[in-house]
Structures are given as C-alpha cells and as structure tokens.
C-alpha cells in the first residue's frame, strides 16, 4: 500500500511545459510562401512604408540586429535588403488555433499564453508518452508535420523557469530542467533574462553588483529590501527559480461587462458617475484575474423611456489599468448625459480583449511601474478581503457594499 501511494505521488509530481512559436508571424509568412525560407523576412510594414514598428523578424533578418518594436525605419537601414510585409493577423490567428488543437492531444490542461505560446501541465501525460523528452518530441514533430513551424520547447516544474528555458533553447530548442535544478540553471543567466527585469531595474540591481541571477539569488535579503521594499521578495523567489505553476484554464472571455438597473430612474449625473466609476471598477478587476488587456471601452446607458445606447471608444493600445481607462469612460459619460432623460440602467464593459504581455512580469517599469504596482496590491487586498474591501475616493461615498441588481452579467 506504502509503495503504491509513493509511487503515485511520484508520478504526479508537476511538470510545465513551455512552448513558444519561432520568429512566429515571419515563420508564418515563410510557410505560406516557401520562397521567403532562409531570407531575411520582417513583417510589420511594406517596403515603400515609413511609418509602423517590426513586429517581428525572421531568424535570418536578427542576424542584422533587426528586433520586434524596432522603428521599421530603422530596420530598412540595417537590413535593406529585407523582405518587408505587413502581415495578415487571420493568417497568425487560424496558425496559433491549430497549434492549440494539437496542444490539446498531448494534456487537457493548455493555457494559451499569448498568441504563439502556451503552458501545458504535463504531469499526467508522461507516463502516456513514455518520458518528458517524448513529450517534447512529440510536440515539435506534430506541429513540423501538421504546420511546417518551427517552435522551441521547455520543461520544467514551473512556468518562471520553463518560460526562461525556453527563450534560452532558442530557436528550434528544447531544453529539460530537472527536478531540483531551477536555480543552477538560472544562476548563470544575466539579470535581464528574468520575466520583467526590464532595462531600470537591471541598472538598479547592475549598481550593487547584482549581474546574474545566480548574483540576485544569492544577495542579501535584508540589504535588497532597503533597496527594493517588498519587491525584493518577489524578486528573489523568481531568481530561486519558485514560481506558480498553476495553468489556468477556462472560456476565455470576448468582453466583460458590468451593469446595474436603478430602483427608480436616476436624473443626479453626479451619483450616475459615481455609479459608473464603480462598475469600471469591477469590470477592470476581473479583467486583470483574467490576465487580459482590453482595448476598447463602452458605456451602455437606458433612459427611463427604455431607449438603450452604447458609447464606445477604442484606445491606442490595450490596457488593464483603471486610470487609463478612467479616462476615455469620461469622454463616454459626457455624450451619454446629453440626453435630458432620466437613467434607468448603466453599464460599462471592455472588449478587444487580448492575453496581457506582462502576466509573468515581476513588475513593469515602462512608464505605468508604479501604477501597475499599485493596482496589484489593490487586487491582492481584494483576493483577500472581497471587492468592496478596497474602494477608490470617488465611489466611496456610494455605501460600503454596493449592490447591483445584475451582480455578474458576464465574466
Ligand atoms: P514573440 O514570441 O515574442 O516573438 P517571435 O515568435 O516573433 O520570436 P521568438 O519567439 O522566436 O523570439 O511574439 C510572437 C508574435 O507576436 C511575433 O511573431 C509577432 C508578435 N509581436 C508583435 O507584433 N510585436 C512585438 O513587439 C512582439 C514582441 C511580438
Ligand atoms: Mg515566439
């Protein structure tokens, strides 16, 4: 009975894998047409185009030093012999649908981390397969023969590790890191290689001697707080190599709303915003537990004579932070009180999502660092203590808990 249980503990020790397309939208263009194999091919804009950034470029384009969000501009002076093409994202879209379907016959459990990435949790699988490696192989052989891409593949007992094994193993990779092994494997890697170390923070920890991983792992954790505040624990786990390893699953959602109707019909514009500000509130909270951006923000409002309309705006980019799109809900809110009618109903929801880049990040530093700090410890209050346990000024004064009439109209 002992050696039964042993074994089967064993046997369902967690195992992620990480997959990450290659050189993915110009590896998609290369396969579509054959004669672009072996070339240097950027996608992002035309040759005869002067405006736009790369989004990506092949392998052989790199060798230029040309790179994702690079100025297109700039990429035609060290690479003007290119191949330049804009790229056709339902093309990328149908790619990235297939390698999910055969994600999907190796585990049930694939979380689709972006576009052209996903984490499987493998534990149950390996035994199926034989080992990790078959795993693996597995993987990379369907996906050659089923789509012709190439794709680096990593494997380790969580999705930190796996995530950084696998730009390593780059391209056409696989990478294993054993059981027991996530900081040695770190440990020799430069600081920038971890999930969210981006260009200020490297420099910060670059000033106190902190080079590789390996250096961050180790350091001082009394000295690294004074320096970093309660990011410095974070930043340690990760260096460790501990991360989660939890795949999450699930519908994804194509929009996430939040509405209320009012007992009687509401003319105070003053409380309605307040109202609205709330419900933007929520709609931001879950969109973030989603780890998804939106962008586009609507306002649905149904005046007393039961006459809907939707505001809507779209934003540069996506994001999910309240403040940004605080913003464009006020543009939304002064056309939708025009209308002298009294409110029976608002609403406010965000569509145009898409996975949020920065779901690994230890923290942000582009500008949006402290913002997205503080919008994660107003998240992890509200993990804990429920929603309303935290509220901003503004919809303060709206009780302590809000009721709404249609609490969860979507996700
Ligand atoms: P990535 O996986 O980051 O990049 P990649 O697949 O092109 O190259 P590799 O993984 O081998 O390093 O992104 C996947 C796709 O997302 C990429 O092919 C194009 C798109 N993308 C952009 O449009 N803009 C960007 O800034 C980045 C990073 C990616
Ligand atoms: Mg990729």
């Known amino acids: ?23 993915f939208f110009a590896s998609v263009e290369q396969v579509k047409n054959p004669s672009l194999k072996g070339k240097p091919v950027i996608v992002g804009g ?14 052989e384009a790199r060798k230029f030093g040309v790179h994702s969000a690079m100025p297109l501009a700039q990429a035609k002076k060290l690479c003007p012999h290119g191949i330049y093409l804009r790229g056709s994202q339902g093309d990328y879209g149908r790619y990235s649908k ?7 016959t190796v585990s049930p459990l694939v979380q689709m981390a972006s576009i052209d990435e996903a984490y499987l949790d493998i534990s149950g699988s390996i035994r199926l397969f034989g080992s990790e490696d078959q795993v693996a192989q597995y993987i990379k052989e369907s996906i050659a023969n089923e789509t012709q891409l190439p794709c680096t593949v990593a494997i380790s007992n969580c999705k930190l590790v796996s995530k950084v094994a696998s730009a390593n193993g780059k ?3 696989y990478v294993n890191v054993k059981e027991g092994k996530e900081a040695a494997y770190l440990a020799p890697l430069l600081i920038r290689e971890l999930p969210g170390a981006g260009p200020k923070i490297c420099e910060k920890l670059n000033k106190i001697g902190i080079m590789t991983i390996g250096d961050l792992a180790q350091y001082s954790s009394e000295a690294l707080k004074r320096q970093f505040g309660a990011m410095a624990v974070s930043l340690q ?35 309605l915003e307040k109202m609205i500000s709330y419900l933007r ?3 931001m909270h879950s969109l973030r537990n989603e780890g998804m951006e939106a ?28 403040k940004e799109v605080e913003e464009v809900t006020k543009d939304l809110i002064t056309k939708g009180r025009k209308s002298s009618k009294k409110v029976r109903l608002v609403g406010i929801g965000v569509s145009q999502l898409v996975h949020n880049q920065h779901q690994l990040s230890i923290f942000d530093e582009v500008g949006n660092e402290k913002w997205e700090r503080a919008t994660q410890s107003i998240d992890q209050l509200r993990e804990k203590f429920g929603f309303d346990a935290i509220r901003s000024a503004k919809t303060s004064t709206l009780g302590k808990r809000v009721k709404l009439s249609t609490p969860s109209l979507s996700k």
Do not use: C, N
């Open 1 to 23: 009975m002992l050696l039964l249980y042993t074994e089967y503990t064993f046997s369902m020790k967690t195992r992620i894998l990480h997959i990450d397309m290659d050189a």
């Open 281 to 283: 509130e929520r709609v």
């Open 171 to 173: 391209p056409d990779g």
């Open 46 to 59: 035309a040759k005869e185009d002067r405006r736009g950034v790369v989004s990506t470029a092949s392998y």
């Open 295 to 322: 962008k586009t923000v609507v306002l649905k409002v149904r005046y007393g004579d039961f006459t809907t309309k939707t505001f809507s705006k779209t934003l540069p980019g996506p994001t999910s932070l309240d």
């Open 237 to 271: 786990k990760a260096a460790s190599g501990i991360g989660s390893s939890k795949v999450s699953l699930g519908r994804e959602a194509k929009s996430i709303s939040r509405e209320t109707t009012f007992p009687e019909d509401v003319g105070d514009w003053t409380y």
């Open 98 to 104: 297939l390698i999910q379907k055969i994600l999907l």
